[in-house]
């Protein structure tokens, strides 16, 4: 980890317990920030509370390898809350949404959070790929609404891929980047649009991944053989195929 960054940690909140909820929620309660992660479902919680401290990508882990100390873990864990009720998460300077990659899901939950939140509350979403200012029109307070696209695995990957629209407040975009920089992250801060699906990683991901399925296709070669050229030629840590399967299970 880098050296923390100065000023108070914010309060975090994140929607869904899922590989990236729980994720989310490990790296900024490692950050300092109290976090509460909100799921209905009481066996995603018990799940996304284990894969915090002893999944691949846990605390236990991390402090193995050295990269933590035994306090920093326990701290974490102890700024760390798994709830059943939306208002838990509300009741944060930050909303970090990952429920599942559906439009009309998204959008109910942003309208319920818009109700319950705190008037100065940011409410981000790790959407792949879903138009950010679709997602900011079902509430009252879209210039605090902004993309926060993370890769898998959360913990792991630097990747803040931040997604402004034409009304989000440059006040946003600036909190958002200082808690990803808190996290250890690398933001990076992109355009919304809303005419395609994915914003930059996912636009040149599935670009790539097309090409490898017509090269298969076409019969010019096999799934593995096209995996290992492209991990031999690029060293790349997998072909697009093991990627594909990679970001599916959350690399476990
Ligand atoms: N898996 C990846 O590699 C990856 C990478 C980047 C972004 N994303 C995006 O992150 C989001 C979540 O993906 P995931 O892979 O973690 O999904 P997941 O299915 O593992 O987890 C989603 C969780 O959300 C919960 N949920 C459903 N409705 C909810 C609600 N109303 N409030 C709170 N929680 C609710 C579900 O119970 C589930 O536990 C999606 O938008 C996805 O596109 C995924």
């Known amino acids: 980890m880098t050296a923390p960054t100065p000023g108070p940690a914010p309060r975090v909140g994140v929607l869904g317990a899922g590989v990236m909820g729980s994720g989310i929620a490990q790296v900024t309660a490692l950050a300092g920030c109290p976090t509460t992660c909100v799921d209905p479902d009481p066996d995603a919680r018990a799940r996304g509370a284990e894969l915090v401290v002893s999944g691949r990508f846990g605390l236990d882990r ?46 109910r939950v942003f309208r319920d959070l818009d109700h319950l939140a705190p008037a100065a509350t940011i409410l981000a979403s790790n959407t792949s790929g879903f138009p950010i200012q679709a997602i900011a029109a079902a509430t009252d307070r879209p210039e605090l609404v902004i993309g926060w696209h993370w890769a898998s695995p959360a ?20 909190a958002v980047t200082a808690l990803a920089r808190r996290c250890d992250k690398n933001p990076i801060v992109v355009n919304d649009t809303d005419t ?34 492209m991990v031999d030629c690029f060293r790349w840590p997998a072909g697009p195929f093991g990627m594909v399967r990679g970001a599916g299970s959350g690399w476990s």
């Open 62 to 107: 991390a402090v193995e390898r050295g990269r933590i100390t035994r306090t920093d873990a326990d701290a974490a864990v102890a700024r760390l809350a798994f709830a059943d009720d939306l208002a838990a998460a509300a009741a944060a300077d930050i909303v970090i949404e990952a429920v599942p990659e559906r439009l009309d899901l998204k959008i």
């Open 196 to 229: 395609s699906w994915g914003f930059v990683a996912n636009r040149v991901y599935f670009a790539m991944i097309r090409e490898a399925q017509r090269v298969v296709a076409e019969g010019v070669a096999s799934r593995e053989d096209v995996d290992q050229l």
């Open 155 to 174: 913990p792991v990957m630097r990747m803040a891929e931040i997604v402004r629209t034409p009304v989000t407040a440059d006040a946003t975009v600036e």
